[in-house]
């Protein structure tokens, strides 16, 4: 079957890294996905992956896919407290097919 | 325009009502997504249109009922709802040229 899995909780101070976790079973997954959701808003697109490269940087995110261990991280540098929301990592196959999504790891940033 | 707009944001309905909510985004994308979402879940796939036809349908009951006018909007017509089905229902589009998947705000529905 296709699992995707997330830790459910992470806490850092405020100007330290945070580093969120993602394993995901489907080989064939074409992009992965994070997507950040503060509370009562919809889901922001932070960053996504094509399942060729191993790594991607934009601004404090990097990205990290292990294709082979099927593990794909989010590194959030100098963390701050508005970066306090559920992320949600996801991969999909290919346009037009499911978006398949962990289950969410609450960051709380402590100030 | 990276945006896909939903309305109504904020919808709230009888069991016996018919309402409709509404996605639509400019960007050219031709995958179209329906899902919903219960708090602190993740959110969970309904629909897919690819090139304005249903593609995916995943075991949705026959009240919630799509629709893909054309390319640029996606309906989802509401009817005998349950209170159960109330909830954030998100919609989503993608570009299948870079593989960016762009969700709405989100109608979140309440069924009394």
């Known amino acids: 079957g296709e699992d995707v899995e997330q830790s459910l909780f992470l806490s850092v101070r405020e100007g330290d890294s945070s580093v969120i976790n993602c394993t995901y079973t489907d080989s064939s997954s074409t992009y992965l996905y994070w997507y950040k959701q503060e509370p009562g808003a919809g889901l922001q697109l932070l960053t996504y992956i094509f399942s060729n490269m191993d790594m991607k940087q934009d601004q404090r995110l990097t990205v990290l896919l292990n294709k082979k261990d099927k593990h794909l991280s989010l590194r959030i540098a100098d963390t701050q407290t508005g970066d306090s929301a559920i992320y949600f990592c996801a991969e999909i196959k290919n346009a037009g097919n499911m978006l398949t999504f962990g289950g969410g790891t609450r960051l709380m940033v402590k100030p | 325009d990276t945006e896909v707009t939903q309305t109504p944001k904020h919808l709230v309905m009888g069991m016996t009502n018919k309402k409709s909510l509404k996605c639509e985004q400019h960007m050219g994308h031709r995958a179209m997504y329906w899902y919903k979402q219960k708090a602190k879940k993740p959110p969970e796939l309904m629909f897919v249109?690819?090139?304005?036809?249903?593609?995916i349908n995943e075991s949705v009951p026959s009240r919630f009922s799509p629709e893909c006018p054309n390319s640029s909007l996606l309906n989802l017509h509401l009817h005998a709802l349950q209170p159960e089905d109330s909830a954030l229902y998100l919609c989503?589009?993608?570009?299948?040229?870079?593989?960016?998947?762009?969700f709405g705000e989100g109608s979140r529905l309440t069924v009394l």
């Open positions: 989503a589009s993608t570009d299948e040229a870079t593989g960016e998947l762009f």
């Open positions: 249109y690819s090139y304005e036809k249903l593609s």
